[in-house]
């Protein structure tokens, strides 16, 4: 099989339970730091004219597993992986799809421009906070759900009449498919940001 799946350091149990479901191996990469605290990345094992994909979820700490990230597509780009995607079951950045100051910026495009710059030709993604982060993209982004197996083993389970779910703006769809599976009510909240970590509802 020309296929190849690398992992950043964010998820690596995951990466080794996607490799074994396909009966490949994880390749094997160098991800370590140098004294100034710089990432530095190095591929062990030939990707030339393979298709690569590389697990990474942009989990806290975000801005450093992006990174990871980043230098890995480009080091994959450089040395002659036929087609390379992003496998991000995490999207960090992905509620940034908007500005709501003027002064703020258009965070996602940005990420979006970085992830395609680096050499990707694909992005999966899972779950993202919505839909419109495939509009910040020039390279196709395949958006698919966990919802199905989350809800699964609880589908059968009784519930409390007084259990909700709750979904407000734009992730109301992902608490309605939820309800749906779980044959619950929803309830819908209004909330309003007025900071990074404080809201109100």
């Known amino acids: 099989m020309n296929l190849k799946i690398l992992s950043g350091s964010a998820n ?21 730091r140098f004294p100034d605290s710089e990432l530095h990345f190095e ?3 030939s990707v030339r004219g393979h298709d690569v994909y590389i697990v990474q979820p942009t989990c806290p700490p975000v801005d450093e597993h992006l990174l990871e990230l980043l230098l890995m597509g480009d080091a994959c780009r450089r040395v002659g992986a036929i ?3 992003a496998v991000i079951p ?11 100051r ?13 992830i395609n710059a680096s050499g990707f030709q694909r992005v999966v993604a899972v779950d993202c906070h919505s839909h419109a982060v495939e509009s910040g993209f020039a390279i196709p ?20 009449p007084r259990d909700r779910l709750t979904g407000s703006g734009r992730r109301q769809y992902v608490a309605e498919r939820y309800a749906k599976l779980l ?3 929803v309830a819908i ?13």
């Open 12 to 32: 690596l149990p995951l990466t080794e339970k996607i490799a074994k479901n396909l009966g490949v191996q994880r390749s094997q990469v160098l991800l370590e």
């Open 43 to 45: 591929i062990q094992e």
């Open 83 to 85: 087609h390379l995607t």
């Open 90 to 100: 995490y999207f960090g950045y992905a509620r940034q799809d908007r500005r709501s």
């Open 102 to 114: 003027r002064r703020e910026p258009l965070s996602v495009r940005l990420i979006a421009d970085l």
């Open 141 to 160: 982004v395949e958006h698919v759900s966990a919802v199905p197996t989350l809800a699964g083993p609880s589908g059968h389970r009784s519930v409390e």
């Open 183 to 185: 044959n619950q009510p």
């Open 189 to 201: 909240i209004h909330k309003t940001r007025i900071s990074g970590e404080e809201l109100s509802a």
